[in-house]
């Protein structure tokens, strides 16, 4: 193994740009680096492995859903709705919209929207409600990547009064995705935010809560300069 946080960070980001015939080989050399000490390897690892869809490191992914650090925590989210195994991930990212901390909440709902659709519906609609905006922003805008629901549209439409600007923004857009005229007027004439296009992004596209990425290796998603 790599001596340095940042050689093997590297390594990780190298390893998911692996072709069809290196795939099984970069997924095993992988693997030690997903319960690396430092959070900038496993970051990359826990993206490496989402690029890779590696379906033997779910388990392992699945439980950096509880990582020490936020950071990785996200990844391992977005990883989990990447590899795509909906039976397999659907309890964990299901219990990840009801966790305590705001981030997990918030990558959540990408993945599960992406992943699960109709399954999470639910858990997002109860997300509208969440006391932290970043999280009800983002919650709405999965959301309106699911087909129209009436009850959805009634709590979209109470989210265009919401205390936050961005939350509002994406509730009109929601609305007027929805077809319903109320959003479309709410948003004419507005800039909208720049968003996560719809949850559609995947591992390679991570989003974060409130803090840049773990430092070792700058921890670059797969595809990206470091």
Do not use: Y
């Not at 826990?46 to 439980?63: H, K, M």
């Not at 936020?70 to 964990?92: H, Q, T």
């Not at 705001?102 to 109709?118: I, K, N, T, W």
Request: charged share 30%; with cysteine.
């Amino acid at each position: 193994r790599a001596e340095s946080a940042k050689a093997r960070a590297d390594a990780a980001m190298a390893l998911a740009r692996a072709t069809s015939d290196e795939r099984d080989e970069a997924c095993t050399a992988l693997r030690p680096l997903l319960d690396d000490t430092e959070a900038g390897v496993r970051f990359a690892a826990i993206a490496a492995v989402g690029e890779l869809r590696d379906t033997g490191a779910l388990d392992v992914v699945f439980a950096r859903f509880d990582d020490a650090d936020p950071n990785v925590r996200e990844a391992a989210i977005l990883s989990a709705a990447r590899i795509g195994d909906r039976e397999r991930a659907e309890k964990p990212l299901l219990r990840a919209l009801g966790d305590a901390r705001p981030e997990v909440r918030f990558q959540a709902a990408v993945s599960a929207a992406e992943l699960l659709g109709e399954r999470a519906r639910a858990g997002l609609a109860a997300l509208v409600a969440d006391d932290d905006a970043k999280v009800r922003g983002n919650a709405i805008a999965a959301l309106a990547t699911l087909p129209p629901h009436a009850p959805t549209v009634e709590r979209l439409s109470r989210a265009l009064g919401d205390a936050d600007l961005e939350v509002r923004l994406e509730a009109a857009l929601a609305l007027a995705r929805a077809g319903d005229p109320v959003g479309a007027r709410a948003g004419r004439g507005r800039r909208l935010p720049a968003r996560l296009g719809a949850g559609r992004a995947g591992a390679a596209g991570l989003r974060e809560h409130r803090r840049p990425p773990p430092s070792p290796g700058r921890a670059a998603r797969p595809g990206q300069e470091p």
